[in-house]
Structures are given as C-alpha cells and as structure tokens.
C-alpha cells in the first residue's frame, strides 16, 4: 500500500500534471482534493496534449478510479463539457466519481467574480482571479449558504436554497456593484435539474470510498491544484487562491485523516513563475525572462495570460518543505534553462540590510526583499536524457545544491513535456 499527496510548492504551474500522470500509472484510485476549474493540468502523451481542469489526469490510464473529493468546488457545465472532451477522444470517463459532498459553483458566482474583479482593477488593486467563480464559492460555503453535489437530489432543498440565494446575490450584484446582471432562479434550477441527471451516476460518498482504498491497501494519489504560495492560509495573501493547495488540504479535501499518507511530494520548477499580482523577490526583467517564457511555454492553461518568470528561489522551496511536510521534491522543466551560461539560486533574501532565510507574511516586508544569489555553470540541450546518470555535472551540481539548500531530496527530474 502507498498514500501519496502530489502538491505544487511554488506559485502553481509547476507540472504537477506530468509528474500525476507518470505516477499515475501504478495507483488504484487518484483523487483532486481542492480548487475547481480555475486550475488547468497539462498532459502530453505521445505528444497528443490532453489538458483538466477538474477531473483527475489519472483519468488517462485505464481502470483508475478518479475521484473528485469533497475540497473541490464543482462548476456542472464545466465538468460535463470536460467529459464530453474526454469522450469523444476516446476516453473512458466510468471510472469518475464525484463527491456528494462537493460545493457547486453557481452563475450568480462568476458574476460576483467578475464584478468584484473589475471594482478592484479600477484601483488597481485586482487579484488576477480567474473569473471562474471559484472564490465567491467558497465565500458561500464558508457563509454556510452553499449548495451542494448533494442537495441536487433533494429538490425542495435545492430549489428553496437556489431562491433564497438569488435574492441576496441580485442585491448584491445591483446595489453594492451596481451590475444591470440579474438572475432568474427559475432558469438556474431548470439547468442544474439537467445537470443533476447527467451527473448522477457519477455522484457517490467519495469520503468512504478513498477511506475504503486505503483500508484495503490500495495505492492512493491526492493531487492538489495551484500551489503553496497561493494557500489561503500561508500564501502570499490576498493573492492566493481560496483554498488550501498543501498538503494539510489534501486530508481536509478528501475527508480523511494525516494518518493516513505516506509520501508528501512537492513539485517545483528549475525556475519559478506567478501569474497575477504581487512581489516575487526573483523576478526577471530582462531578456533572460523573456528567453524562459518562451522556451518554457509559460502562458496559464486557463487563461492564457503570460507568467511572470525569475531564477529558483529556495526560500520558497524550504517554506514548502516546512510548510507541507515534504518528503520528495519532483523538479520539472530544467531543460527549459538550456543554452544559459550562468545560472542562479537565490539563497536567501536582505530585508532592511540583514540577510534572511525565510518567507516573511508581509507583503510589505516581501516587496522590499533583494534575492541573494549563488551562481551555478549552465548547461546544454538535455532534454533526450532518459536517466539521472546521463545528466551533465553542472545539472547535477545545480540539483543537488537545490537539495541542499531546501532540505529535501529531489526523486524525479522533468527534461522535457512527454512522459
């Protein structure tokens, strides 16, 4: 038996999709515990590109269990059109469970998203969401107010709580954000009743059946979405998701217990990126980010925005190692620095003339923060290596400093998009 939680240790965008995918293939069951369709995973195979926004990359390997837990925030018409992608690829999508516990993300959300969005960007002030409404979501369920998987099988309960939030979103919308948008919730709660016939051989109590896996000694996968500087709890706040991306979500998110999980892998890039707003001590001005954004591929999957692009930071890596408990570090896409005659690490950060080594909470203090930099021997093309023996000294050297320097071993190196 083996229980792994997959996370991103960065600011998301970090592969994760790849490294799911290649461990994939010997799980039972592969379970998405947080988010909703705001993330987007990537997978290549055989340079076919298949890309999820909700359901589980494992859904690639047949008779896999994938399960989207109770930690997700599920849009019905997004899933359904990510089924319906899948379907006529050719994939069998019977394997798919969904929580019956899940929150579901309703118009009136993606709404509130966008006006409040664009209220912000007026001062400049916007968080960089993905209008998917995904944060007013879980705004919802944390209000006690939401609907879930659940409720759509007990139709008075969904059609009085449909009414009764229709209202206050409508005001909402109409006096706080002066909005001409307002919304029938006749129509709402004749679409979802579509929705809730199409999806109802999929809705199971997801909490027993990932508990039921792991009793029976099943290999498990918890794939998380985003990353760790985009935890609501530890990210850099308010530009962070509104959901927990560690590895401490992963056991909220599917309803089970710490006990439980035997390997906490943290996926970072041989560099880092953000999309949205906010400080990033190692950020790239120059043509060297340029020449990463491009080389790298680095536009979001979801919204297509272009990322910001800097040198690895291994105050982040060691947060995250701290942070979720990390026991591997998968470290994807170092081919992407080929043709580089330097490369740096930052090594820690001077904040006010000292020299610090960890992640302040402050956005003010972050924005202050001068990277540290060691430099390192570049390399060239790599990205044909099938093995870590193949790899040049300098790749090596640089991995190994990176393990160093975050306290964690580094079990899976990504030279390339394929498997």
């Known amino acids: ?44 195979v055989n340079d076919e590109f298949y890309k999820f926004q909700l359901i589980p990359s494992g859904i690639l390997y047949k008779d896999k269990k994938c399960i989207i837990a109770n930690g997700v925030v599920i849009d019905p018409e997004g899933i359904l059109n990510e089924i319906d992608g899948l379907v006529e690829k050719g994939i069998d999508v019977s394997t798919l469970k969904i929580s019956n516990r899940a929150h579901l993300v309703m118009p009136y959300h993606k709404a509130l998203d966008q006006a409040k969005e664009s209220l912000k960007a007026k001062e400049g002030k916007e968080i960089g969401t993905t209008m998917k409404g995904i944060g007013p979501c879980y705004m919802d369920k944390a209000e006690r107010s939401g609907i879930r998987v659940c409720d759509l099988y007990h139709e008075d309960v969904f059609e009085a709580k449909v009414r009764e939030n229709v209202v206050v979103k409508n005001a909402m919308l109409k006096h706080v954000y002066h909005q001409e948008v307002q919304f029938d919730a006749e129509e709402i709660i004749k679409a979802y009743k579509t929705y809730a016939e199409r999806l109802k051989d999929f809705v199971e109590d997801t909490t027993v059946t990932v508990y039921e896996a792991i009793k029976e000694g099943k290999d498990v996968l918890f794939e998380g979405a985003q990353g760790t500087l985009l935890d609501l709890d530890i990210g850099t706040y308010p530009y962070v998701t ?70 690895f930071d ?88 990176i393990e160093e320097l975050v306290g964690c071993k580094i079990t899976m190196v990504g030279v390339g998009p394929n498997r």
Request: glycine share 12%; charged share 25%.
């Open 314 to 401: 291994a105050v982040i890596g060691e947060f995250a190692v701290r942070t979720s408990g990390l026991t591997q570090i998968a470290l994807n896409k170092i081919d992407v620095l080929k043709d580089l005659e330097v490369i740096k690490i930052c090594v820690g950060y001077k904040l006010n003339g000292e020299v610090i080594k960890y992640f302040p909470a402050s956005l003010e203090d972050l924005e202050k923060c001068e990277p540290v930099y060691e430099e390192m021997e570049g390399w060239g093309e790599i990205s044909h290596i099938r093995t870590y023996e193949e790899l040049p000294e300098s790749v090596k050297k640089y991995i190994h400093r």
């Open 242 to 311: 509104s959901s927990h991306p560690i590895t401490g979500g992963a056991c909220v998110g599917a309803g089970i217990g710490p006990t439980m999980i035997d390997e906490c892998i943290g996926v970072m890039k041989g560099y880092i990126t953000r999309v949205g707003k906010g400080p990033f001590p190692t950020e790239l001005f120059d043509a060297t980010g340029d020449r990463i954004r491009e080389e790298g591929h680095e536009f979001g999957t979801v919204t297509g925005r272009p990322r910001r692009c800097g040198w």
């Open 1 to 44: 038996m083996s229980t792994k939680v997959v996370i991103g240790a960065q600011w998301g965008d970090e592969g994760k999709a790849k490294i799911i995918d290649i461990l994939s293939e010997k799980a039972d069951v592969v379970v998405r515990t947080q988010g909703g369709n705001n993330a987007g995973h990537t997978v290549a």
